[in-house]
């Protein structure tokens, strides 16, 4: 069993981790980043797949890796894990139509909700103690799916038809362009910039860049928030204007 997880600021990776170790203490768990992450899925049939909802889509990252890698999950038994802050009608149905008609067979899916990872929109923080209460709900929650799961009845949350609609009239349909192609929108400010290259060192998709001893994005952001929460100087928004919390999981365990 192979968990393989898109992460921004470590919510679904240890999410995917927590359901994987409980599975089978042996399992391993493998980030889409990963350069061995295509060979570990080959040796693996049953896979873990789990990835943070936007808006009750995909990150484009996580679509695309799953469309430019159609044939690696043929014949596979995949499990769907989809964090969130808010609300997902079919967090996990929405790849597992796309993995479907890749040839993999759609075990069951579970939705879990996550500290906000959004930083810059203060309406959506909570304490830190409200934070560690969620997690810890979310692990019990695991825990519930895994014990059902190893008697043949895996929860499918997400999947099906009402799940469907439920996201596609929920947000996707209002938001879709927020998600469909990767953003332009994350905005810097040159004035706290120390040019430290910590957020390009981080970025999944190499979308941001040193010139002129500042940081400079390239309009190709995944939304995953990663560099938003690592900044030293706080320097990075993407939705809101002020920066209210760098969201990280280490600070809700």
Known sequence: MLGVYFSGTGNTRHCVQYFAEAMDTESRCISIEDANVLTEIQKNDWIILGYPIYFSNLPKIMRDFILQNQSAFQGKKVFIIATMGLFSGDGSGYSARLLTRCGAEIIGGLHLKMPDCIGDEKQ??????????????????????????????????????????????????????????????????????????????????????????????????????????????????????????????ENYL
């Not at 692990?139 to 799916?145: D, G, V």
């Not at 120390?194 to 390239?218: H, R």
Request: hydrophobic share 30%; charged share 20%; proline share 2%.
């Open 124 to 249: 959506l923080k909570k304490t830190i103690q409200q934070n560690k209460a969620i997690v810890k709900q979310a692990q019990l929650k695991i825990e519930k799916s895994v014990n059902t799961l190893k008697k043949g009845q895996p929860t499918k949350e997400g999947i099906g038809f009402f799940y469907h609609m439920a996201g596609l009239f929920g947000q996707r349909l209002w938001f879709y362009n927020k998600t469909k192609n990767y953003s332009n929108k994350l905005k810097i400010d040159i004035q706290k910039c120390i040019g430290c290259g910590s957020c390009v060192q981080l970025c999944p998709m190499k979308n941001l860049a040193i010139l002129n001893q500042k940081a400079e994005q390239k309009g190709r952001c995944t939304m995953c928030y990663r560099c938003i929460s690592n900044c030293p100087k706080q320097a990075i928004t993407l939705l809101g204007k002020t920066l209210h919390e760098q969201c990280k999981i």
